[in-house]
């Protein structure tokens, strides 16, 4: 495994948002869900695609805290453009699990 620098960390902005909006993706080529994750007021919502079908259902992900890379460059995902890295882990199963905080954050709240 390479080692990086503490300031190669800082460059990877993560950030906490809301997902405030949720919805099936069939056009993606794996099965996926569209997310519009809001992270505060210094970034405002963005838009995500992220392969969570097996664990996640889009009614359940609104209102739901999730951590995600926002300064990635924007990714076009067939008809969807992506404008952050939603983040999770694979499971036993190789399905993603969200990462996600274990006590309420305010929006925007930055990974350390």
Known sequence: ??????????????????VV?????????????????DYGE???????????TLHYAPEE???KQVMGVVNFPPRQIGPFMSEALVLGLYDDAEAVVL???DKPVPNGSRML
């Open 42 to 52: 210094e970034i405002g919502v963005k838009k995500s695609s992220a392969q969570i």
């Open 1 to 18: 495994m390479a080692e990086i620098t503490f300031d190669d960390f800082l460059k990877v902005d993560i950030r906490v948002g809301t």
């Open 21 to 37: 909006q949720a919805e099936p993706f069939p056009e993606a080529r794996k099965p996926a869900i569209k997310l519009w994750v």
């Open 61 to 63: 992900l609104v209102g």
């Open 99 to 101: 990462l996600t905080p």
